[in-house]
C-alpha cells in the first residue's frame, strides 16, 4: 500500500532563516505531487505541484519554492522566511495521467515563525 | 473559471440526526468531484468521488453524496450523525488538463452535539 511521510511534524523558525520541508511517498512510482498550505485552519492554497521530476508549477507568487530530486520526494524551502510563512503545510500526491484519482495527503507540518 | 462554493461555514446537527453539508462548482466540462475531512492539525482523508455513473455516490463512514448537475452541487450527506464526525469538510473539484490539480471549497466545520 502507499504511504506519505511528512517531516518534521512541527517546527517553530525564526524570521529570516531559512526553511526546508520534505515530503515522501512510499508505494508508489510517477506521482503527481503537491505543496499546499492552510492559514487559520480553513482554506488550503496550492503552492505548487509536480507531474514529474524537474516538472514543477508555482500557484502563487512568494518567497517559497519547491525541488524534486527524486521521483518521489518533494522538497519546500525558502531562504529568509516571513511571518506571514507561518501555517499548517500539506503534502499530496496522486496517480499520474489519471484525472479520476483522488489526492492522498500527508500528516502534515506545522510551521510558526516567530 | 472553474471554482466551487460550500456556503456554510459551520453546520450544528444533533447525533442521530440527518447532516448535509452543501457544495456547489462551477466547471468547464465533465466535472471530477470530491468530498474530503480534516479533523484537528491532521491531514486531509478522502471520503468519496464522483466521477460518471450513479448521481448518488457512496464513501467512507456512512457519508454519502449527490451528484445534480442541473444544480451544480454535490451535497455530502449522512442520514445519522455522529459526535464523531465533528470535522472540517472539503469539497473540491478537479482541474481539467493541469496535473491532477484539485480547486477546493473553503471548508465547513460540522459539529454534531449529543
Known amino acids: 500500500s502507499q504511504t506519505i511521510h511528512q517531516w518534521p511534524a512541527t517546527l517553530v523558525q525564526p524570521v529570516g532563516s531559512p526553511l526546508s520541508l520534505e515530503c515522501t511517498v512510499e508505494?508508489?512510482?510517477?506521482?503527481?505531487l503537491y505543496w499546499y498550505r492552510q492559514a487559520a485552519g480553513r482554506g488550503l492554497q496550492l503552492l505548487f505541484y509536480?507531474?514529474?521530476?524537474?516538472?514543477i508549477s508555482s500557484e502563487v507568487p512568494q518567497n517559497l519554492s519547491a525541488s524534486r530530486p527524486q521521483d518521489r520526494q518533494f522538497i519546500l524551502s525558502s531562504k529568509k522566511l516571513l511571518l506571514s510563512d507561518s501555517g499548517f503545510y500539506l503534502c499530496?500526491?496522486?496517480?499520474?495521467?489519471?484525472?479520476?484519482?483522488?489526492?492522498?495527503f500527508g500528516p502534515g507540518t506545522r510551521l510558526t515563525v516567530t | 473559471a472553474q471554482s466551487v462554493a460550500q456556503p456554510e461555514d459551520q453546520v450544528n446537527v444533533a447525533e442521530g440526526n440527518p447532516l448535509t453539508v452543501k457544495c456547489t462548482y462551477s466547471?468547464?466540462?465533465?466535472?471530477?468531484l470530491f468530498w474530503y475531512v480534516q479533523y484537528p492539525n491532521r491531514g486531509l482523508q478522502f471520503l468519496l468521488k464522483?466521477?460518471?455513473?450513479?448521481?448518488l455516490v457512496k464513501g467512507s463512514y456512512g457519508f454519502e453524496a449527490e451528484f445534480n448537475k442541473s444544480q451544480t452541487s454535490f451535497h455530502l450527506k449522512k442520514p445519522s450523525a455522529l459526535v464523531s464526525d465533528s470535522a472540517l469538510y472539503f469539497c473540491a473539484v478537479r482541474v481539467y488538463n493541469q496535473g491532477g490539480k484539485l480547486i477546493f471549497g473553503q471548508g465547513t466545520e460540522l459539529s454534531v452535539k449529543p
Open positions: 508505494g508508489t512510482s510517477n506521482p503527481n
Open positions: 464522483y466521477i460518471t455513473g450513479d448521481n
Open positions: 499530496a500526491w496522486s496517480v499520474r495521467r489519471d484525472p479520476s484519482y483522488e489526492q492522498y
Open positions: 509536480s507531474i514529474g521530476i524537474d516538472q
Open positions: 466547471v468547464s466540462g465533465n466535472p471530477y
